[in-house]
């Protein structure tokens, strides 16, 4: 199988020799095509044919991100990510699926520690694209690791940094689209009153506040064409879309400051029937602050303005979440937000008034 490469090429990129990307396919075929492809746009390929040399490349060697086939001898790609996993976190992985036909069940790739993926076949424009997009995830990794290690022996220095770096990604992600920006403040908020009125300690209304106005920090690993789409979403734009909580988890993944906030960042799309994202977690499975974030995240999409529709009216609203207690909503969490809006509306006007 030969990759379509028959696309308009970007002039190459200095910046993208920063990179050393590491393609693993059992067909040589594939390896010469992405290397044609990915030289012309400046970047750095090492290619492998054989997915045992390809683990132990990867334990001796650094690489930025991994570009997997998934059907290949002698072991296919989910081994070859579980291998991967025991010794290296940080590797961005994209898995190549070949055609439909032939790619491994949607449930097997969610279970995979792989942050995105894409069809083999006549999909290489969407390759480049994530792989863009990963190197971006990238860029903030090296970011968060650095300012970790600088500062890991001042705990001042160290929150006062931390803060600093939840301003600077999350507005990076806001500043992509109009519709969005004040969307994180507001989820932050909101989910802040909620755990206070369930009476949560200071230390779990901290996270639950960093943790609002990070939830969507994976969003800078999507490409721009998929975020800031008006038409309806195709289901491939679709799937992209709902890698952001794993993209994001796997930013935050770097540094010790963060691992209080990214179970909220991971499970924030998780659904309390089990039909969510990225792992079909159900119910009490979810973690209690990603369930508190869902149903700020829930209020706030709704009641914004969009690029594709105005805000949503308030009556429907509330509506729509009381009929969403159970299936999409924590049943028990429901009643305490209704509360808020029946009796506290005016703390909610306050922080829409702010952002």
Not at 28 to 55: F, K
Not at 104 to 133: A, R, V
Not at 223 to 248: F, Q, R, V
Not at 287 to 304: C, G, K
Request: a negative charge; one cysteine or more; charged letters at 30%.
């Amino acid at each position: 199988m030969r990759l379509n490469i028959n696309s308009n090429l970007n002039e190459s990129d200095n910046h993208n020799k920063d990179y050393k990307i590491i393609a693993v396919d059992d067909e040589m075929g594939i390896i010469d095509s992405l290397s044609v492809y990915l030289s012309r746009s400046g970047y750095q390929l090492t290619g492998v044919t054989n997915p045992l040399e390809a683990i132990e490349r990867v334990k001796t060697e650094h690489f930025d991100l991994m570009i997997l086939d998934y059907i290949m001898t002698p072991i296919h790609g989910d081994k070859v990510v579980e291998e991967i996993r025991k010794f290296d976190q940080e590797l961005y992985i994209l898995l190549l699926t070949g055609h439909k036909d032939l790619a491994p069940p949607l449930d097997t790739i969610k279970k995979l520690d792989i942050q995105g993926y894409c069809e083999k076949s006549d999909k290489f424009d969407q390759l480049l694209l994530l792989i863009e997009s990963g190197l971006k995830s990238v860029d903030q990794m090296r970011l968060i690791k650095s300012i970790n290690s600088d500062l890991e022996q001042s705990k001042e220095l160290l929150e006062k940094a931390y803060l600093e770096t939840i301003e600077t990604l999350r507005y990076t992600v806001e500043a992509k689209d109009v519709y969005t920006r004040g969307h994180s403040d507001r989820v932050s908020e909101y989910a802040t009153l909620i755990g206070k009125k369930i009476g949560l300690s200071d230390d779990e209304l901290k996270k639950l506040k960093i943790g609002g106005l990070f939830h969507d920090i994976g969003k800078i690993g999507i490409p721009d064409a998929i975020l800031l789409k008006n038409d309806k979403l195709t289901p491939d734009e679709y799937s992209e879309i709902k890698n952001h909580p794993s993209i994001g988890a796997h930013i935050l993944s770097n540094a010790s400051i963060f691992k209080d906030i990214i179970p909220i960042v991971k499970h924030h799309h998780e659904r309390y029937d089990g039909k969510g994202y990225p792992n079909n977690l159900m119910g009490e499975e979810i973690p209690y602050l990603a369930r508190i974030t869902s149903i700020a995240d829930t209020f706030d999409a709704m009641t914004s303005r969009r690029s594709y529709r105005e805000a949503l009216p308030l009556d429907y609203v509330k509506e729509e979440i009381k009929n969403c207690a159970g299936s999409q909503l924590d049943p028990k969490l429901v009643p305490v937000f209704m509360d808020i809006l029946e009796n506290e509306y005016d703390k909610i006007e306050e922080i829409k008034l702010k952002y």
